[in-house]
Nanobody, 126 residues
Framework: QVQLVESGGGLVQPGGSLRLSCAFSGVILNYLDIAWFRQAPGKEREGVSGIVVSDGVTPHANSVKGRFGISGDNAANTVYLRMNSLNPEDTAVYYC???????????????????WGQGTQVTVSS
């Protein structure tokens, strides 16, 4: 059974940083395409950053380019989202998502992913 568990969310002041973690069990990280999504109240779920294994690329949404970075630790079977220069518009529930790698796909379309974590709240406020 594949499970994803996010952690690391919390309250941070504008300009601050957080690192989110997504721990995987039941599957090896090497076999997965992964993405972080976020959803603010009243808004659609938005793709933030991804790892596209087949292409070896890590795409990011324009709204977070230069501020967020995604990385994976195969030994720990964990993926991270490093978030810097946070602003109130980054406030949302952040979700980790994964799919078995293979074939072309749209990295920031949530319908592409079959495995999801429960989400972790990030609040940016002074």
């Amino acid at each position: 059974q594949v499970q994803l568990v996010e952690s690391g969310g919390g309250l941070v002041q504008p300009g601050g940083s957080l690192r989110l973690s997504c721990a995987f069990s039941g599957v090896i990280l090497n076999y997965l395409d992964i993405a972080w999504f976020r959803q603010a109240p009243g808004k659609e779920r938005e793709g933030v950053s991804g790892i596209v294994v087949s292409d070896g690329v890590t795409p990011h949404a324009n709204s977070v380019k230069g501020r967020f970075g995604i990385s994976g630790d195969n030994a720990a079977n964990t993926v991270y989202l490093r978030m810097n220069s946070l602003n109130p518009e980054d406030t949302a529930v952040y979700y980790c998502a994964a799919k078995i790698t293979g074939g072309s796909y749209t990295w920031d379309d949530p319908r592409e992913y079959e495995y999801w974590g429960q989400g972790t709240q990030v609040t940016v406020s002074s």
